[in-house]
Every structure is written in C-alpha cells, then in structure tokens.
C-alpha cells in the first residue's frame, strides 16, 4: 500500500490513467504470492492506534462493492463488479469474511477484508487506501492492523498476493512488514478498459434498484 495497498489478481499502486477506450486489451501479468508466519520476525508499523480508528463492520454487498470499486477502480479491479446480490449472499456465508472500515477523525480512508482458512492461515484478501488519500503514510499502518487483527485472532500465518499492476512500491512494502515470496505465477490477462470498467459499475447500481425497489411497495 503506502502509496496504495491494494492487493489481488483481480488488484495498490501509485495513479495511473485508465485507457478510454472500451474493448479490453490483452496484458501479461505477475502475481506475486507472499506470506508472514506469527513465529516470523515482523517489522508492523506502529502508531495506527493513535493515527487511525479502524471498526469492523457487518459484511453488506453494497459496502463492500462501494470499497472495492473506490479501492480499486484505478488499478482496473474488476472480479466483483458484475457479481448478484446472490452471488455477494454466497461470498458471505461461506467464506470465513471480515471486513473493516479506516478512519482518520471522521474521514473514511480506506478498507480491508479478511478471510480465515483451513489449517490456520488468513488471507488479506484486499486492502487499499481510498486513492486521494495515497501517500498520506496510512497505507503501512492499515497492512500493519490488518496483520494484527488476522494473529490476535488465531491465525498462525497471513498471506497476500500483488500483481504487476499494482504500486512500484507495494512489493517492497510487503517484504519491509515481514512478508515473504512463496509463489509467482505470469499470465495473459484480458483487462477491460475504461468504458467497459463504467459499464460494469453502473451495472452493480441497477441491480441494487431492481432488487430493493420492491421496498416502496410494502
């Protein structure tokens, strides 16, 4: 993160300019795997209590859509947007889900999720930093709770994985907390462009109406 953290294949990163034109473009991408056991020697940034406020918060397709576009619309996040209120329904009750919302006084900055597995292990499966608030130094704290959060409750290791699309810096970053290189995988991706990343965000917003306009009839 510290300009951004921002992780997944579908996922920080210091602004860039998306195309505008609309058909996707093929790209190829690497995907970096890494992981922190509890045992290993950390470097978690200190001081996010005093600078920070950070709430876990009741998992909602709407909000958790919300972030993850603001998160991650510049860096062309795109698995989540043309997913169903069923599909949000399904994420929810069956992956071990946690979400939490960062505050900095009464502005919310950023977000992280987290999903607890078999054999002890927790995913950061995103986090980032809402992107005018890229470079304010936040990005090193929100990773170093969302580290904390996954130990203090019982995780015997913590991983993550970033791509090529993300920050210059993020990779660095991850290593600096104590993270380690497990895997990396290079692959060709389709990547939408601009037009096609708007299209499926308005999308998102005409599912919600046509699945909660019903509300004005009761």
């Given at each position: 993160?510290?300009?951004?953290?921002?992780?997944?294949?579908?996922?920080?990163?210091?602004?860039?300019?998306?195309?505008?034109?609309?058909?996707?473009?093929?790209?190829?991408?690497?995907?970096?795997?890494?992981?922190?056991?509890?045992?290993?020697?950390?470097?978690?940034?200190?001081?996010?209590?005093?600078?920070?406020?950070?709430?876990?918060?009741?998992?909602?397709?709407?909000?958790?859509?919300?972030?993850?576009?603001?998160?991650?619309?510049?860096?062309?996040?795109?698995?989540?947007?043309?997913?169903?209120?069923?599909?949000?329904?399904?994420?929810?009750?069956?992956?071990?889900?946690?979400?939490?919302?960062?505050?900095?006084?009464?502005?919310?900055?950023?977000?992280?999720?987290?999903?607890?597995?078999?054999?002890?292990?927790?995913?950061?499966?995103?986090?980032?930093?809402?992107?005018?608030?890229?470079?304010?130094?936040?990005?090193?704290?929100?990773?170093?709770?969302?580290?904390?959060?996954?130990?203090?409750?019982?995780?015997?290791?913590?991983?993550?994985?970033?791509?090529?699309?993300?920050?210059?810096?993020?990779?660095?970053?991850?290593?600096?907390?104590?993270?380690r290189i497990v895997r990396k995988e290079e692959k060709m991706e389709d990547a939408p462009g601009r037009d096609e990343l708007i299209r499926k965000v308005a999308g998102f917003?005409?599912?919600?109406?046509?699945?909660?306009?019903?509300?004005?009839?009761?």
């Amino acid at each position: 993160m510290p300009v951004l953290y921002s992780l997944s294949e579908e996922g920080p990163a210091r602004h860039r300019t998306i195309k505008k034109s609309s058909p996707s473009t093929m790209e190829k991408i690497t995907t970096t795997w890494l992981e922190l056991k509890a045992d290993d020697r950390m470097s978690l940034k200190e001081g996010f209590a005093e600078k920070m406020e950070i709430r876990q918060v009741e998992n909602d397709a709407f909000i958790n859509f919300v972030m993850f576009a603001g998160v991650g619309l510049p860096w062309r996040w795109y698995s989540r947007l043309e997913w169903t209120q069923a599909e949000w329904d399904d994420y929810f009750s069956r992956e071990d889900v946690r979400t939490y919302l960062a505050f900095e006084g009464r502005k919310l900055v950023g977000y992280y999720e987290l999903i607890s597995g078999k054999g002890g292990g927790t995913e950061i499966k995103f986090i980032g930093l809402l992107p005018r608030y890229m470079g304010s130094g936040l990005g090193g704290m929100l990773l170093s709770h969302a580290v904390k959060s996954a130990l203090d409750s019982g995780a015997v290791w913590v991983w993550l994985h970033t791509c090529t699309n993300d920050s210059e810096t993020a990779l660095a970053n991850y290593l600096s907390r104590g993270f380690r290189i497990v895997r990396k995988e290079e692959k060709m991706e389709d990547a939408p462009g601009r037009d096609e990343l708007i299209r499926k965000v308005a999308g998102f917003f005409e599912r919600y109406y046509d699945h909660y306009s019903t509300l004005r009839a009761r």
